[in-house]
Structure formats: C-alpha cells, structure tokens
C-alpha cells in the first residue's frame, strides 16, 4: 500500500511527538538558605589560676595622700578580679620622692622574682622636681624598662608604662614662687617624649596620662587632699586608659 505525501508527514511528526514526551524533565535545584556561621567569643584572658602583678615608681604608684585601695594599682587589681576569675597578686616597689636612681637601687637590693604577668613602670618626675640632669634620666629610664621586661618574665609584652602626670596643674604647682607651671610642663613633656619614643621603639607599651592631670585646675576632684598628687578620680581615670594595654600584656 502507498502512503501519500500527507500521511507520510502526519507519520513523521507523530513520531517527533513521541520522541519528545520520552525526555524526563529535571526539577530545577531547590534553593538552600547558606548556614548561619557564629563568630567564636573570645573570653577575657588568661586562664591562670594566680596573676602575679608588679608596680614600680614614686609617689603617684605609691598613692601619696590617698587611700590605700585607691591607688591606682589597687584599683588595678580589683579591675582584674572583677574582669577574670584569676587570683590577683600585687607588689609594689615604690616610694613618694624616689628618682629613677632610687628605684634602681630598690629593685637590686629587693630582688623580687622574675615571674611577674605584668609590671607598670611610672617614674620620672622626681629627676625633673630634683633638678636631675635629664642624662641621668636618658640612662637609667632605659635601664629600669630593662629591669621591668625582665621581671616579667623576660616578655616585654608583659610591661606597661605610664607617662609622668603634671604637677603644674596643681594648687602646690601653681603656688611655686615665680610661677613656674611653663617651665614644668615643658620638663614633664621633655621626659614624657623621651619614655614614649624609647617605649614605641622598643615594642613596648605606653600610655599617656598627663592630659588627665592637666585638669587639676579646672577640675579640683582630680588632686588629692595634698593639693598635689593625684585623686583616687585621677586614679580611675588613670586605669581605664591603661585597661587596654593591660587587657593585651595578660593575653596568652
């Protein structure tokens, strides 16, 4: 039998149709919502069970004319007890009036262990009150930052120094015959860019505070009863700008 031209093409296209339908249709991926990623928390340091904490200095590590647990390594240390579980244990090589020479020779005839977590150094501003010749600051400071590392364990990410405070800015300061204030602060800031150049080229850390002493003036909370050092207020000011540094000295 003959199959005409229309019958041939109706064959064709049925079977294209049946060619077709065969195809399996492939679902289209289901979309996926990515996973949620949660930072780790990174808890206060460290995980010893006792720090150990050294305070070198004069007068204003001392805490002339304030209280004894306002002092500003006092109240470092209940800083420290409320921020980590570690025991803080606190020594302080310091006396009002000491020079860098005084202190120098404190810590060799003291011989405290070499096991510090950390040790803050804030001296100085009895060499400018004495007349010192500043070269005998531009050799000892060097040397107690030596001594400072050392006693942390030889780490001298473990050391903190603290700038010198201006006393200028206080009613003892002001009263000095002849008014004197310029000439102090240009010393105290003579000292202090000494400490902080030798500090940042050493890898060692420094913190300013001398700002805050200079709104002992203007703001009379800040002095102690002394009208001369510090305030426990000073003090608090003292150590939240110091917390930072310390936070990075005490990390593993």
């Not at 919502?33 to 206060?44: A, G, S």
């Not at 500003?72 to 007890?81: D, I, M, V, Y």
């Not at 980590?84 to 302080?92: A, E």
Request: contains cysteine; negative net charge; hydrophobic residues 40%.
């Amino acid at each position: 039998m003959k199959l005409d031209f229309k019958q041939i093409a109706i064959v064709i296209f049925s079977g294209f149709l049946l060619s077709c339908s065969s195809d399996e249709t492939v679902p289209a991926p289901a979309p996926t919502t990515p996973p949620v990623v949660i930072p780790p928390t990174t808890p206060n340091p460290p995980a010893a069970s006792t720090l150990n904490y050294l305070a070198l200095g004069d007068s204003y590590t001392i805490g002339q004319s304030v209280c004894t647990t306002c002092r500003f390594p006092e109240q470092l240390k209940a800083s420290l007890n409320t921020m980590y579980s570690s025991t803080i244990s606190l020594k302080i090589i310091a006396t009002t009036g000491w020079t860098t020479s005084n202190l120098l020779s404190a810590i060799e005839s003291q011989k405290p262990e070499s096991n510090y977590d950390l040790v803050t150094l804030l001296i100085g501003v009895n060499n400018q009150f004495q007349h010192r010749n500043f070269s005998v600051y531009e050799k000892e400071f060097p040397e107690l930052v030596n001594k400072a590392i050392m006693l942390a364990k030889g780490d001298r990410k473990n050391v903190v120094v603290i700038s010198i405070p201006d006393y200028a800015y206080t009613p003892y300061g002001k009263a000095l015959s002849g008014d004197q204030s310029a000439a102090i602060s240009a010393e105290i800031d003579q000292y202090n860019t000494f400490a902080e150049n030798y500090c940042n080229n050493n890898q060692v850390a420094y913190v300013s505070i001398t700002d805050i002493t200079r709104l002992g003036l203007s703001n009379p909370n800040l002095v102690a009863s002394d009208g001369l050092h510090p305030s426990e207020a000073a003090y608090k000011i003292f150590v939240d700008r110091m917390m930072p540094k310390v936070k990075i000295a005490l990390q593993n």
